[in-house]
């Protein structure tokens, strides 16, 4: 188990404030996890909202520390309400140190569940799996797409160079949650040059019509979008 793991190194993972900790450190740690990713230079954005260095109402932040004090891994939580209440929360950022445990990620979620679970919260999310479990049975597809999207999640490359969608699909599964469908809808017939701006303004790669702007989830063309 990833927490008992943990434990055994000597490292401690609870909640803070943002105000408890240092925020160049923080930043530093962010900006060393992202060196790792495909995408190093610039935060995925349009679809998630940007990462916030400050204290924020009902934002939970988990982070873990290594036996000498220092900052290892960090784990962000929006809130999600009903009726003006926080029924629950959403994973929004999970990172790490290149050279902290492989695990660390997973100890903060399972503690962060096990918190909200003695709050009474009735939900966590953990965010979209893109791609994955697709079955084209429920609602009319787009071959090109779908070929595209199954193409994309089954592709090393893609995986390794654009987007490492299979990592994303495995590491939800690891805690055995409730899976729940989500669609892609268009009204227009050619959707995949949709899909690309899309990624575009996800930051995922540079798309020559939508120029900075657009990038950065601002001003985009109407088509843009065509997620729903």
């Not at 927490?3 to 450190?25: H, I, P, W, Y």
């Not at 290149?98 to 990620?105: A, H, I, Q, V, Y």
């Not at 900075?212 to 985009?220: E, F, K, M, N, Q």
């Amino acid at each position: 188990m990833a927490t008992n793991r943990m434990q055994k190194r000597g490292f401690v993972t609870r909640e803070c404030s943002m105000a408890e900790l240092d925020r160049a450190e923080v930043e530093a740690l962010s900006s060393s996890w992202r060196q790792t990713r495909t995408i190093k230079h610039r935060e995925v954005g349009f679809l998630n909202r940007p990462m916030v260095l400050d204290d924020e109402p009902d934002v939970r932040r988990f982070f873990t520390f290594a036996a000498d004090g220092r900052l290892m891994a960090l784990g962000f939580f929006d809130p999600v309400y009903e009726n003006g209440a926080v029924i629950g929360y959403s994973t929004s950022f999970k990172r790490r140190l290149p050279e902290s445990d492989l695990k660390s990620g997973q100890a903060i979620i399972r503690m962060a569940i096990e918190q909200f679970q003695r709050e009474g919260r009735k939900h966590v999310f953990l965010g979209l799996s893109p791609m994955a479990g697709i079955e084209d049975a429920e609602f009319r597809c787009n071959r090109l797409v779908s070929m595209w999207f199954r193409f994309s999640y089954g592709n090393g490359l893609f995986n390794r160079f654009v987007y490492n969608l299979r990592g994303h699909a495995d590491h939800k599964r690891e805690f055995r949650g409730i899976s729940e469908r989500t669609y892609y809808a268009s009204d227009k017939s050619l959707a995949l040059p949709r899909l690309l701006k899309l990624m575009a303004a996800c930051n995922l790669f540079s798309w020559p019509s939508l120029g900075r702007r657009g990038a950065s989830g601002r001003d985009l063309p109407q088509d843009a979008v065509g997620a729903s």
